[in-house]
């Protein structure tokens, strides 16, 4: 290769790098607020107020209300209403659920977006 072509190839790689860096960044960002998101508004099993009483497309259904409301207020009465359909449901069946859910569990009973330890918070 001649020296000026290789070099003229090296100028254009190295432009390139400069110019699809903040692109990558931006992309990179974006996954990681992805994931972030949907970390966020997972709701396992077990932090479902009364899940052994419901079928999988119950606790399904639920996630999806949790996950559509526009609120916390909504949030709120979702999680009052099931409350209640699930304390009826466990008497029905001869069981008694705790009056409250375990504190420090589910959607809304956290620190929420943002809360926590985050980048750098480690001792």
Do not use: W
């Amino acid at each position: 290769m001649k020296p000026q072509s290789f070099r003229q190839g090296l100028l254009a790689t190295a432009l390139l790098t400069v110019l699809a860096g903040p692109a990558m960044a931006a992309d990179q960002t974006r996954t990681q607020d992805q994931t972030r998101s949907q970390d966020q508004t997972q709701i396992r099993d077990q932090d479902i107020y009364g899940h052994s009483l419901m079928t999988v497309q119950e606790r399904n259904e639920y996630r999806n209300k949790m996950r559509a409301a526009k609120s916390l207020e909504e949030r709120e009465r979702i999680r009052k209403e099931h409350h209640e359909q699930m304390k009826a449901r466990a008497k029905e069946r001869g069981m008694k659920l705790p009056d409250e859910p375990p504190a420090g569990r589910g959607p809304g009973s956290g620190m929420g977006p943002g809360g926590g330890m985050g980048p750098g918070g480690r001792r």
